[in-house]
């Protein structure tokens, strides 16, 4: 299986590597291929006694992400010139499964490249998941809201992941960002990460049987769809920032006239 995803990636990278990163803007529809992201909402700082933390819903889809660090390691999980990343993941109902176990070495191996590690040599980064609501393009949500979550702690990155999941329906339908049921009835699905500038290749995970012809075609839209991730990373925060600047300001007019009062 890890050769196969390999090969895939290798496959999408000669797909991608010759072609430049489309505007979010420039989504254009084809025919056969719905290439529109469900709705998205980020609550960010939402668990104050996190780092940083994020609620992302996309679609019917809810993940809440918390953030812990830097900070001390154990001695067994201490590497001298990194950080070490742990991830949890916290299923809705019961305790985790295997298939939890697995999703979390996945997201391990995707954070790890992402976060720029090197600066807190000794510590650990802690990124802690809770399933809310699982609607489809689970671990494509939770990858996006764990960024927003690492962002919202001011964890130094080498660069922002974006994470967008293809289903290819039996009729050859491509589709972006797919529900559980659409999911469940397609013959194949591709989750595919992307850099900053889309034009690389962080993890791709498949399941399903496709043909090459239908690898390209997902890719391509993946990597559009990886444009508009980034606009939503950069309105988020822009947002948040906002509401800061616009607390401090109430915080320093609430100074001024305690002040103007004591005088």
């Known amino acids: 299986?890890?050769?196969?995803?390999?090969?895939?990636?290798?496959?999408?990278?000669?797909?991608?590597?010759?072609?430049?990163?489309?505007?979010?803007?420039?989504?254009?529809?084809?025919?056969?291929?719905?290439?529109?992201?469900?709705?998205?909402?980020?609550?960010?700082?939402?668990?104050?006694?996190?780092?940083?933390?994020?609620?992302?819903?996309q679609g019917n889809s809810s993940v809440l992400v918390g953030i812990y660090g830097p900070t001390e390691v154990r001695v067994s999980k201490e590497?001298?010139?990194?950080?070490?990343?742990?991830?949890?993941?916290?299923?809705?109902?019961?305790v985790p499964a295997v298939k939890h176990r697995a999703l979390e070495q996945l997201i391990r191996t995707t954070c790890e490249p992402c976060v720029l590690t090197?600066?807190?040599?000794r510590s650990l980064i802690s990124i802690t998941i809770q399933e809310e609501h699982d609607d489809g393009s689970y671990v494509s949500t939770t990858l996006n809201a764990?960024?927003?979550?690492?962002?919202d702690a001011g964890i130094t990155m080498n660069y922002p992941m974006a994470?967008?999941?293809c289903a290819l329906a039996e009729t050859g339908?491509?589709?972006?960002?797919?529900t559980l049921q659409q999911e469940t009835e397609a013959k194949a699905t591709l989750m595919t990460v992307f850099d900053k500038t889309c034009s690389d290749i962080v993890t791709c995970h498949t399941t399903g049987?496709?043909?090459?012809?239908?690898?390209?075609?997902?890719?391509?839209?993946?990597?559009?769809?990886?444009?508009?991730?980034?606009?939503?990373?950069?309105?988020?925060?822009?947002?948040?920032?906002?509401?800061?600047?616009?607390?401090?300001?109430?915080?320093?007019e609430g100074r001024k006239q305690n002040t103007a009062t004591k005088a």
Do not use: W
């Not at 990163?21 to 529109?36: F, I, L, Q, R, Y």
């Open 118 to 121: 090197a600066l807190h040599p």
């Open 146 to 151: 764990i960024c927003l979550a690492l962002m």
């Open 79 to 94: 590497l001298a010139n990194r950080a070490t990343i742990e991830v949890t993941f916290k299923p809705k109902v019961g």
């Open 1 to 57: 299986s890890r050769v196969f995803n390999l090969f895939v990636m290798l496959l999408l990278g000669l797909f991608i590597g010759t072609k430049q990163c489309p505007s979010a803007m420039d989504m254009a529809t084809t025919e056969g291929e719905t290439s529109n992201l469900r709705h998205c909402v980020c609550d960010q700082g939402l668990l104050k006694r996190c780092d940083g933390s994020a609620r992302l819903k």
């Open 209 to 252: 049987i496709f043909t090459i012809d239908e690898l390209e075609r997902c890719s391509i839209a993946s990597q559009t769809a990886a444009a508009a991730v980034h606009t939503f990373y950069r309105s988020s925060m822009e947002k948040k920032m906002s509401k800061e600047a616009d607390y401090r300001a109430l915080l320093k």
């Open 173 to 178: 339908e491509l589709i972006l960002d797919p």
């Open 163 to 165: 994470a967008v999941t």
